[in-house]
């Protein structure tokens, strides 16, 4: 999943829904996620979402963790809208499908690779560890991602943590 933004616009609270009452309202749970992992989550789904907002134009790709709030959040359709256009001024498409194609999945690592690295600029921590993947192996988390565009089980030790 590439986002693009076109302007930034930081806040304080870029989600104005409660994502933990809906993660603890929701059906479908990641296996083992307690409501300290998804408060974590939701943290670094709101880093995500300023940093794409400092970076307009800019491809970012989230980590398992954040697309699970991202998914959340949009399930929520009027909050969803109004913080997007807050934030970025547009609504932030979430292209369930992309990464499918070898071009595309060479395009979906560069985006990661390049949010690792605004990620450790901006926050001075590792965008994707052990914590945050489990036992995943895979640089974009491929067994758990919603598009599902892993071909190979490539490591990136420098992601991986």
Not at 70 to 89: E, I, K, N, Q, V
Not at 104 to 114: H, K
């Amino acid at each position: 999943m590439l986002i693009y933004s076109t302007s930034p616009t930081p806040f304080p609270n870029p989600v104005s829904v409660d994502l933990l009452r809906a993660w603890e309202r929701s059906e479908k749970k990641p296996e083992g996620w307690t409501r300290q992992d998804a408060a974590r989550a939701l943290d670094r789904y709101e880093r995500f979402l300023r940093l794409a907002a400092m970076y307009p134009g800019v491809p970012h790709a989230p980590t398992r963790d954040i697309d699970e709030m991202w998914h959340l959040h949009m399930l929520s359709p009027r909050a969803y809208h109004g913080d997007c256009l807050r934030l970025f001024g547009e609504i932030l498409d979430h292209d369930g499908g992309f990464g499918k194609g070898e071009d595309e999945a060479a395009q979906l690592q560069a985006a990661f690779e390049q949010t690792a690295r605004k990620w450790q600029a901006m926050y001075g921590e590792p965008y994707a560890t052990q914590a945050v993947h489990g036992s995943t192996n895979c640089w974009h988390d491929c067994v758990g991602r919603c598009w599902h565009a892993c071909s190979s089980k490539k490591v990136q030790p420098s992601l991986a943590a």
